[in-house]
Structure formats: C-alpha cells, structure tokens
C-alpha cells in the first residue's frame, strides 16, 4: 500500500469513526464499496419485484378506494427501486449492469416475495407486515455510513410508513367484518408471519457479512436484535387487530424485558434464497418478460433524451 492510500484509508477510517458520511467523491475500501453494491442492488431489486405480488390484486381490489390506494402503493415501490439504483449508480455501477445480474440470477431479491398473494387480506397482511418489517429493518439504514444510500432511505421510510399503516387498515376491516372475513384475515396472517421474520436475513451466528457491515456502519443492528424488535413491535399490533399470531410459544419474557418467540425454519428460508421457494420461478420470469417488453420505452427514452441534447446544444450554438 502506497503512503498516498494509506492516508486515503486513514481518513475514511476517520469519517467512519466519527459517524460521518461516506460520498461517492471519497476514496473508499473495495470490499466497502463491494458490499454496499451488493445490498443496495439487492434492496432495488426486492422493491420492484415486491411489485409484482400486490400487483397482483389491482385489478381484483374489492373497491375503486381500494384499487386506486393500492396501485399508488405499487407505484411508490418503483419510485422506491429508482431510488436505490441511482444510490448504486453512485458506486459506479449502472442501472443496466445491475438488472443484467438479477435477471442472471447473479444477485438475489427479498426472500419474502417468492410467496403467493393468495386472497386480499393478503394485501393486507403484506402491507401491515412486509412493510412493517421493512421499515424496522430500514429506519437503522438512514444512519448508514454511505451519504446516498442513507439519504434514499430516509424518503422510503417516510412511504413506507404510510404503507403499513395501509395494511393494517386492510387487515382492521376485515377482522370486524364477517366472520369469513375475519377468517380471510386470519389466515393471510397465518401464512405471512413466518416468512416476514426470515425477511431479517439468517440468525447472526450464520450471518456472513453482519459483522463487517456494522464495523463499516453500514448495518447499524444485527439480523437477530432487529427481528425481536419487529416482534415486540407487532404483538399488541396484532392485540389491536383482534388477529392472532401462529406462533404458540410467543411469549412475554419479563427478564429480557421483549417477547420470546418459536423456532423458524430455516431450512425454508435457505430452500427460498436457492430458488426453491412456492413463486421463485414465476417471478424471475415475469421480471425477465417485462424487461424484454419495456425495451422499447428505453429506447424511446434515450431517443428523446438525444433529441433534447441537440436541440439544447444547437439553440446555445445560435
Ligand atoms: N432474502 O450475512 P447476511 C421491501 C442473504 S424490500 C434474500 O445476514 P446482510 C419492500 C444475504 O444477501 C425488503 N436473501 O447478509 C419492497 C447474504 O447472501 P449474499 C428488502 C437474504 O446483507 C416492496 C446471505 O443471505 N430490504 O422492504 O448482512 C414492497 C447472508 O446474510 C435475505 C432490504 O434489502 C433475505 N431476506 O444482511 C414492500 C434491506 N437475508 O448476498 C416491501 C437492506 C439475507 O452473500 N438489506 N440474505 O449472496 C439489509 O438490511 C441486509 O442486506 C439484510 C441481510 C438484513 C437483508
């Protein structure tokens, strides 16, 4: 290492040690550049094919309220993947590389979109808690060391927000609705809780990157701390709902002062992430066939932006 990086590594070292922001400008570790390339695309890639299960419903959501709150909600989760390629951008990397590895199956999405939206209160249950997961797992990530990565975060966790409060409205209806409502309700929580506390990633003795990543303060909590807190989030969540969670040995544990929960399965978890999970197929190859099918929207797009460039070049050039 030459005496010019290692002044360059110093002062990262530095910005990161007094809870400063890393900026695309700044010189920065490969493996830290790495990693944040990796999470990053991988949060891109969950929000837009997170579309895809909710999508599903719009055209079968029981009112027009309804069809016109949810197709807003699926139009944020783009906005919300928009977002996150251009913070990836940033580490130079392009949008197009990036959707070339997905669609490769070089990079991975959220496990919890290879599930199926069987029924509407499952949109419900995505929203009260898919994203409520999401939002305990991503207000830590407004804190993270890189400037854009954090600053994206802030955004998305103010919709997010607005999209769980959404879900549980979804699921509060229909819970003192009818009673077959009521069951509807039920058993969409039923089939959701488990895979929205995989969504944390794999239990911190098995979590590869966790370490590193909170050294790098890109992660602020471990896998483990932020699932309890979702937990202990959602039990008088689901009090309130009138719904119960499938979980028997859910607990609360005076000593530790949070709910003690069952065992996951993690073998599913694992099945889910090789691509092996109930939609794994289903959803790669719609994504696959709405990038072949959006091919000419990009084409037009550039064409336009072209077409602007020149006009602007040669109004300056009279
Ligand atoms: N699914 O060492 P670990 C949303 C992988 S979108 C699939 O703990 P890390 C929303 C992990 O990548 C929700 N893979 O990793 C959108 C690694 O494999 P690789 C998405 C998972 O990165 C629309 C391996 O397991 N949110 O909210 O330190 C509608 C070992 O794991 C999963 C984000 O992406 C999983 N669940 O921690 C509604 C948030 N978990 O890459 C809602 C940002 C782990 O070595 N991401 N893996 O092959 C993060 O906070 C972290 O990346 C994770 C994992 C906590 C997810």
């Avoid at 003192?176 to 003795?205: C, I």
């Avoid at 719904?243 to 530790?256: A, I």
């Amino acid at each position: 290492m030459t005496q010019a990086t290692r002044a360059l590594e110093e002062h990262f070292n530095r910005l990161i040690e007094a809870d400063q922001r890393v900026e695309p400008r700044d010189w920065m570790p490969e493996g830290y550049r790495k990693t944040l390339i990796r999470q990053i695309a991988q949060h891109a890639h969950s929000e837009i094919i997170g579309m895809q299960p909710e999508g599903n419903w719009i055209t079968r959501a029981p009112s027009l309220r309804r069809k016109a709150i949810l197709i807003a909600k699926v139009q944020d989760e783009a906005g919300h993947g928009l977002y996150l390629y251009s913070a990836a951008e940033t580490l130079g990397v392009s949008r197009a590389e990036l959707l070339d590895l997905l669609h490769a199956g070089k990079q991975k999405y959220s496990s919890i979109f290879n599930y199926p939206t069987l029924t509407w209160a499952d949109v419900g249950a995505i929203g009260w808690l898919v994203d409520g997961a999401a939002i305990t797992n991503q207000v830590p990530l407004c804190r993270c060391s890189y400037g854009p990565y954090a600053r994206a975060m802030v955004r998305i966790c103010k919709e997010e927000s607005f999209h769980q409060r959404q879900g549980f409205e979804i699921l509060y209806t229909l819970s003192h609705g009818t009673p077959e409502q009521k069951a509807m309700a039920q058993d969409a929580v039923n089939r959701w809780y488990w895979p929205s506390l995989m969504m944390f990633g794999p239990p911190d003795e098995e979590s590869k990157h966790s370490a590193q990543s909170m050294a790098w303060k890109i992660k602020r909590h471990s896998n483990d701390e932020l699932r309890q807190k979702f937990v202990d989030m959602i039990v008088p969540q689901a009090e309130a709902l009138g719904l119960t969670l499938p979980d028997p040995d859910l607990k609360w544990n005076p000593e530790r002062g949070h709910y003690d929960f069952g065992l996951i399965d993690w073998d599913e978890f694992y099945e889910v992430l090789k691509g092996n999970g109930p939609c794994n197929r289903q959803r790669m190859e719609h994504r696959r066939r709405a990038h072949e099918e959006g091919a000419w929207v990009r084409e037009a797009a550039l064409a336009y932006a072209r077409k602007q460039e020149e006009r602007a070049r040669k109004e300056q050039a009279a």
